[in-house]
């Protein structure tokens, strides 16, 4: 059965009878209309019905309840007052007096059609699967009884296909196309069934022919281009949405959907020209500015994004809009116009947060480093507040890149004690951030705190036994240190064996000339100066290895061409002389 996946899944069935009372002030959707009856004016109660109509009418559904039960003490048999009671309580949520209600009117009159849709509705409300078993019969039952109900046999066929009966979904649709063979709802829904069941081919075929009858339409060119879009068949698909275009009111609906399609499949010159006919025919159409702005930040044409972003907010000022405003004038370097535009963004959440990110790297580019770190800092304290709320609906933004991000705009001011803050805040509520450990232990390596940066390192490779960079890191330390190079030899190999670049190469050819294993060594240096052929360090290194193995001519090559960059390298010159 369904079960919870559909907590609020409701059959959307009104009667008539509450037609009559202005539907009851439910939400304006198609509804099922199984009967044609009316109160009798002939009943002491009428009054109070023509006063429940005009309460509800008015939106005081209370009122009208009020109404309507004075209206039942007047006529306490009546199946029809009953049910348009348990209407007006299913639309209020209470279930448990609207089944009350249909109960005794389904007791009065057990083949009420109007009483057994509204249970009907309540039972497969409720979300249990046998009270939907139950639902589902009833339903049919109605069904058997009242052949002519169309729209009975469409949410029929919906509700079997919420429950993954797509067999069931089929035969009941079919009932109806027998009846009614061109019922345009009927064909869509049955394309649909045939989408599911990977019969693509009949789902085109009866798409095809929708169009065929009502080629002014919508639902079967939307249906059918994404088919063919799922397909693959962008060609076609962009056929179909031209001539619908050419045939459809909607004309420029069917341009945006050509021209995201092409925006998908990265044909930007060929959506632009769709976009900039929209335009043409609605210089306010400011969703076709917006796409046009897209493609253009795609393209890094940051210029041509600006002007267009700058047309669509004269029409409409979105958050995200300004956003990517911002995003523009940072890449040109207009870092005050930035700002400015990133101060725009007020919602929704995630996108605000987003905006103050950017608007503390404008600062930061802008040398503004204290500007910066309390933009960050407020940013923080502000999505920590939002978490701290813990409410389900409540989304934040606070992660760890927020964190490193401060720490650099302390480590630029020089203020060692507050990116170590940074750090220790962050790791508090991301213990297991990998990123967070890892730069940390980074800091710590680059101000002498080898051990500090060792109990982060470790954490990091127990987090992540692949971590190449940790493990690199450790390795190379103990290199240079000249100390538990057994260690730092499996740290070394790991790292490669994850990623074989230059640099990892480098660190394990370092650790076996530490170890004295000069074979091997030559071996990943000389792979390591393949790749970093402008490295100095490395360079010297191998050069370091070929001295070590007697190759003093190729030595000597490698110091002299690194003391031309460097002249004053007094221990290179050193190494160099040793040779001579």
Known sequence: MVGARFVTVRIFITVTLLSLLCACGVAQQERLRPSQRQYDTQYSGYADYIRAR?????????????A?????????????????RAALYLEQGKLGVAY??????????????????????????RNNDGDQVRALVMLHRVLADNPQMDELYIYLSQLHLLDDDNIQAMATIKRLLKRQPDNIQALLLQAKIYILFDEKIKAEKIFRHVITLCPQGRRAYVYLGKLLEQNKQLDAALLLYKQAAYRSVDNAYFGHLRASLLINNQQ???????????????????????????????????FLAEQTLLRSLTIEPLSQQF???????EQQDKFDAAADAYTKVTKP??????????LAIVYAKHGKFALAASTVEHLIAQQSAIAEQKQPTTSTNLRPALFLQLALYYEYQQQGEDVLSAFKRGLARFPNSIE?????????????????????????????????????YMAYTFAENGERLDEALDFAKRAVAVKANGAYQDTLGWVYFKLGEYTQAREQLELAVAELPDDMVVQEHLG???????????????????LKKTPDNKLLKEKLGDLK
């Open 100 to 125: 009350r209600l249909l109960t005794e009117a389904l007791d009065l009159r057990p083949d009420d059609t109007d009483s057994r849709l509204l249970l009907a509705d309540l039972l497969y409300t």
């Open 349 to 358: 959440q995630y996108l605000y947060a987003q905006a103050v990110e950017r």
């Open 54 to 66: 005009f309460f509800v009418a008015d939106g005081k559904v209370d009122k009208a309840l009020a």
């Open 323 to 329: 956003y990517w405003l911002g995003y523009a004038l």
């Open 544 to 562: 370091d290895i070929y001295a070590a193995l007697g190759l003093d001519n190729k030595a000597a090559e490698i110091y002299t061409q690194i």
């Open 436 to 472: 967070l450990n890892y730069a940390q232990g980074v800091y710590y390596s680059e101000h002498g705190s080898y051990l500090l940066m060792e109990q982060s390192m470790r954490r990091v490779i127990k987090l992540d036994k692949k971590h190449a960079g940790a493990l690199n």
């Open 68 to 84: 309507l039960a004075k209206t039942q003490e007047s006529d306490s048999d009546s199946v029809y007052i009953r049910a348009a």
């Open 268 to 302: 930007y010159s060929v959506a632009l020209q769709e976009l900039q006919q929209l335009v043409k025919n609605d210089p306010a159409d400011y969703e076709a500015l917006n796409k046009i702005s897209l493609i253009y930040l795609r393209q890094h044409n940051w």
